[in-house]
Nanobody
Framework: QVQLVESGGGLVQAGGSLRLSCAASGISFSIYAMGWYRQAPGKQRELVARILSSGSTDYADSVTGRFTISRDNAKNTVYLQMNSLKPDDTAVYYC?????????WGQGTQVTVSS
């Protein structure tokens, strides 16, 4: 059974930082591309950051320079370090694991940034 369990969300003031974690089980973690997506109320889910099995990363323009994605294959965990948070970053953040036709989602964690 595949599980992606996010943690680390919460309420933070603008300019603050949070670190999200996503612990994966039931998959060969190291071969998967791992991503963080977010969905704000009334908006579509969007890609925030992604890290490939090679370690290559890419980011949404809106978070470049503020967010950093990383992975620890020994712990089957992917992280999202979020700095200089803005109210526009408020959303539910979802972890994603993708390999060929396989695609899995976590349950999401709420991030709320107050102004």
């Amino acid at each position: 059974q595949v599980q992606l369990v996010e943690s680390g969300g919460g309420l933070v003031q603008a300019g603050g930082s949070l670190r999200l974690s996503c612990a994966a089980s039931g998959i060969s973690f190291s071969i998967y591309a791992m991503g963080w997506y977010r969905q704000a109320p009334g908006k579509q889910r969007e890609l925030v950051a992604r890290i490939l099995s090679s370690g290559s990363t890419d980011y949404a323009d809106s978070v470049t320079g503020r967010f950093t994605i990383s992975r620890d294959n020994a712990k089957n965990t992917v992280y999202l370090q979020m700095n200089s948070l803005k109210p526009d970053d408020t959303a539910v953040y979802y972890c994603n694991a993708h390999f060929l036709t396989l695609n899995y989602w976590g349950q999401g964690t709420q991030v709320t940034v107050s102004s």
